[in-house]
């Protein structure tokens, strides 16, 4: 059965880091993009960033430049989301799935979903 799995979420103080993984199974990511959202409790979904995994071309929104990055493995069907310098607003649940990305943005095609991770922020 082919889904996407979330992991490396929990609780972080102000000012730490974490990085979460994306990991691919049951198909191939060639020629996909993956992309992370995140919702926080009484707010819409919102993107993140994503990476073409054919070229690694990245994309971020624009509160996430310069404190985020996103990295791939391709032999692991895997990517990476970097966080640092987090603050309590980025307390959320993140997911992970295939989209379209463009250097205008994150564009879910609704093939694929991960189950969520939960990032907290708090001292």
């Known amino acids: 059965q082919a889904h996407l799995v979330e992991s490396g979420g929990g609780v972080v103080q102000p000012g730490g880091s974490l990085t979460l993984s994306c990991a691919a199974s049951g198909f191939s990511l060639d020629g996909d993009s993956i992309g992370w959202f995140r919702q926080a409790p009484g707010k819409e979904r919102e993107g993140v960033a994503c990476?073409?995994?054919?070229?690694?071309?990245?994309y971020f929104e624009e509160f996430a430049e310069g404190r985020f990055a996103i990295a791939r493995n391709i032999a692991k069907n895997t990517t990476y989301l970097q966080m640092n310098s987090l603050e309590p607003e980025d307390t959320a649940v993140y997911y992970c799935?295939?989209?379209?990305?463009?250097?205008?943005?994150?564009?879910?095609?609704?093939?694929?979903w991960g189950q969520g991770t939960q990032v907290t922020v708090s001292s």
């Open positions: 990476i073409s995994m054919d070229d690694g071309a990245t």
């Open positions: 799935a295939t989209v379209v990305c463009t250097v205008i943005g994150i564009y879910a095609d609704d093939d694929h």
